[in-house]
């Protein structure tokens, strides 16, 4: 069993940046490919960034080259760097684990969720 912990959420204006974190229990961290997928307001979550248990980074189109995913596998955790955030951003982010595999996109190909740390952007 996987629990996640996202923190950093917040209030940000326009061109503005925040680092999301989301720290993981168990002692096999290294051993998942952990994603980031958000929810905006009346629409479906959807898949913003994963990164392998190989460190293969993948981002989906609308925030590629704004944002950075990492990890830290000592620290039990996986970062989200957004930077030049738009309005269309605003979203509740959540953290979601997967053991050992690519990166899928889809929702249901996940294992392990967060609670979830809201994104407000503002114009």
């Known amino acids: 069993q996987v629990q996640l912990v996202e923190s950093g959420g917040g209030l940000v204006q326009a061109g503005g940046s925040l680092r999301l974190s989301c720290t993981a229990s168990g002692r096999t961290f290294a051993t998942y490919t952990m994603a980031w997928f958000r929810r905006a307001p009346g629409k479906e979550r959807e898949f913003v960034s994963g990164i392998s248990d190989m460190d293969y980074a993948y981002y989906a189109d609308s925030v590629q080259g704004r944002f950075t995913i990492s990890r830290d596998n000592a620290e039990n955790a996986v970062y989200l760097q957004m930077n030049n955030l738009k309005p269309e951003d605003t979203a509740v982010y959540y953290c979601?684990?997967?053991?050992?595999?690519?990166?899928?996109?889809?929702?249901?190909?996940?294992?392990?969720w967060g609670q979830g740390t809201q994104v407000t952007v503002s114009s």
């Open positions: 979601a684990a997967k053991r050992r595999s690519v990166v899928p996109r889809r929702v249901g190909d996940y294992d392990y």
